[in-house]
């Protein structure tokens, strides 16, 4: 993926096309293709916390400053300030920017004097390395301007108070993270192999880069995204200082290394770090090709280790673990991606969380809470799934007793009104100022689109938890007949009281509503989906659903829609769920598509398309209702990207 200096050298498209790498511990650095900052979020080094939520930004930038041989001074950061100005305009000079194995790569060209910049995450730890190299020209000197705060990342920082202090080749800010510069050069390597001149590699002979110390403040910094999405838009940076080395031939690099944890334990040199992780994304992507390669390599960023074991962040930059998306994105996170082994640690790890027979759903907001109806039932998917992939009867009958316990609670009644219906086996829920569904976005304290009654993707998940638990039990060597039997009169219950007079499906009953909406999709797509799917029914929410992005969140012909999502927090909710684009739903869309032999390859083209459009190489959370779509919500965000690979690799023409 590349992009040449027309994009680069436009804010309007180089700063709106974003790119992340992940460390695997839910920490991150993020930013754009011109380099501008243009969220709150964006920095070079953004720590984890005891959660993935619980984040602090740190490093915020390095901005080079050339030193020419005649004297000139170039400036190659980017930045916009609160009166609107841009400077430096450090992406006019970029020629390329690439994603090279998911990893960013920048080229700036001065003339004859071309430097350029790679950058990884140390997986498995905060560290961010960023190895500035001279390419073609020189002799140059490079200073590399630290931009520093320590801030929870949905904050800022004004100027005033932050200790920096200097310690072997480099300084820590705060107490909390080190920076340590090192000169590499000595051009190419004398016992390089033969081939091309960049496939050899560069000799490692390293010194401390000089630290200067500075402690100017940056005052009034801009987040154009911020602004646009309401929230305040300006902080100060602290200059902390520069690392100046001279580079006086093609190959010498300055190396920067950032990291957060034990201060006292230097990881290796960046070089290192960045040629390690392409190593380990190379492995990861073995076979693979274009967008299957690309979706591979997304997946991997929601997928990190904390203390306590696996998990999976929702989406970047914002989110932390949820387990409604942990859930749903089980099978293209974990089982198409060969991480069975760590998914069944994830598995075990979420059954310790059920409490009244619901998983918990997020701490994002510093407390678990158990407010969803769907999580607990696209667990029992997830274990299904799991179980049926791996032949792995015993973690079935490990989790049968918990799953008991689950169907235990939902019969006699949990948390919020959920509680089986003994009428006709369907499952109820609701409760005042809740929005328990998917469909959860709350306004003045009230759901947007509470959906209480009997919702029709949550009662297909129920017959399909029905069934998932019998075949457990059956694989656990114990009697299902009583589940089996309720299944049944439950599956019954719902061919005969969802469909609706004009021929697709409620959207809840009891009270009735029929609005058309995706949520009658998992009625056909799920494994052991309560109805087969109507071909002609299908292609009616196609039309009236379908964007390249993925369906709808409401018929356009609705009263309620709302074409755009955007503007302020209470702007957005009300139409999170009114019409805007969810592309995750290409996942339920194209396997309902598939059963009723319908092909699926041409509704994944414009996602396919997208990887280039806003978090590169990914799927977005959102995007609006009407054309021409804009992405919104998180650039990157899990279940969108594990069920746009799952659908592709599973497409028919």
């Excluded at 089996?484 to 021929?503: L, S, Y």
């Excluded at 977005?620 to 992405?631: F, I, L, V």
């Amino acid at each position: 993926m590349r992009f040449g200096t027309q994009v680069c050298g436009e804010p309007a498209l180089g700063a709106a096309r974003e790119w992340l790498v992940a460390d695997g511990r839910g920490g991150y650095a993020m930013g754009t293709v011109s380099g501008l900052r243009t969220r709150r979020y964006h920095g070079l080094l953004v720590v984890a916390g005891d959660t993935p939520a619980s984040r602090h930004v740190g490093l915020a930038a390095l901005d080079p400053v050339v030193r020419l041989p005649e004297g000139r001074v170039v400036r190659l950061g980017a930045h916009e300030w609160a009166d609107g100005t841009l400077a430096p305009r450090g992406d006019l000079l970029l020629e390329e920017f690439a994603l090279v194995d998911g990893l960013p790569r920048w080229r700036w060209r001065i003339g004859a004097t071309v430097l350029e910049r790679t950058l990884a995450m140390r997986h498995g730890s905060s560290c961010v390395a960023v190895v500035d190299r001279l390419i073609g020209g020189g002799p140059v000197e490079l200073s590399l301007e630290a931009l520093c705060t320590w801030r929870d990342q949905h904050g800022e920082r004004r100027a005033g108070d932050l200790p920096v202090r200097e310690v072997a080749g480099g300084a820590v800010v705060a107490d909390a993270y080190r920076l340590r510069g090192r000169l590499a050069s000595g051009g190419r390597a004398a016992t390089a192999p033969a081939g091309p001149p960049d496939t050899r590699p560069w000799v490692e002979r390293q010194a401390d880069a000089v630290w200067a110390p500075d402690g100017a403040w940056l005052l009034n910094v801009h987040h154009r995204m911020e602004a646009a999405r309401g929230y305040v838009a300006n902080e100060d940076l602290l200059l902390a200082g520069r690392f100046t080395a001279r580079l006086a031939e093609p190959g010498d690099a300055l190396e920067i290394t950032a990291w957060a944890g034990d201060l006292a334990v230097e990881p290796p040199p960046a070089a290192a770090i960045v040629d390690a992780e392409r190593d380990r994304r190379r492995i990861l992507t073995a076979g693979a090709v274009d967008a299957t390669a690309e979706l591979t390599l997304a997946a991997d960023t929601f997928v990190v280790t904390t203390a306590n074991g696996p998990d999976v962040v929702a989406g970047y930059p914002w989110f932390g673990a949820w387990s409604r998306d942990t859930m749903t994105s089980y099978e293209g996170l974990f089982l198409i991606t060969g991480r069975a082994a760590l998914g069944r640690e994830l598995l075990r790890a979420y059954a310790a969380t059920l409490s009244e027979g619901m998983l918990a759903n997020t701490a994002d907001g510093g407390a678990v809470g158990h407010n969803t109806a769907d999580a607990t039932l696209w667990f029992l998917h997830a274990i299904d799934r799991h179980v049926r992939a791996t032949d792995d009867d015993d973690l079935a009958a490990e989790l049968v007793p918990a799953l008991d316990e689950v169907l235990a609670a939902h019969l006699r009644g949990t948390r919020y009104g959920i509680k089986v219906d003994e009428s006709d086996g369907l499952l109820v829920q609701g409760a005042d100022g809740e929005a328990l569904t998917w469909m959860d976005a709350r306004v003045d304290g009230m759901g947007v689109t509470q959906r209480s009654g009997k919702a029709v993707d949550i009662n297909a998940l129920w017959c399909n938890g029905l069934a998932a638990l019998a075949a457990l039990r059956e694989r656990a060597g114990r009697h299902s007949d009583d589940v089996r039997r309720r299944h049944a009169v439950t599956e019954a219950a719902f061919r005969r009281r969802f469909p609706a007079p004009d021929g697709h499906l409620y959207d809840v009953i009891d009270p009735d509503d029929a609005a058309l909406r995706p949520n009658q999709l998992l009625a056909w797509s799920l494994p052991y989906a309560p109805m087969e799917p109507d071909p002609v029914a299908l292609r009616r929410i196609t039309d009236a659903l379908l964007t390249p992005l993925g369906p709808r969140s409401l018929d356009p012909a609705d009263p309620a829609y709302r074409p755009r999502h955007g503007g302020s927090l209470r702007e957005r909710d009300l139409a999170y769920h009114q019409g805007t684009v969810w592309p995750w739903l290409i996942g339920p869309l194209a396997d309902a598509r598939r059963k009723a032999g319908l092909p699926t390859r041409e509704v994944l083209t414009g996602l396919l398309a997208h990887l280039g459009d806003f978090g590169l190489g990914s799927v977005s959370e959102t995007a609006d209702g009407d054309a021409p779509h804009g992405a919104t919500g998180c650039p990157f965000q899990a279940w969108s990207v594990a069920e746009t690979l799952r659908a592709h690799l599973t497409s028919t023409e």
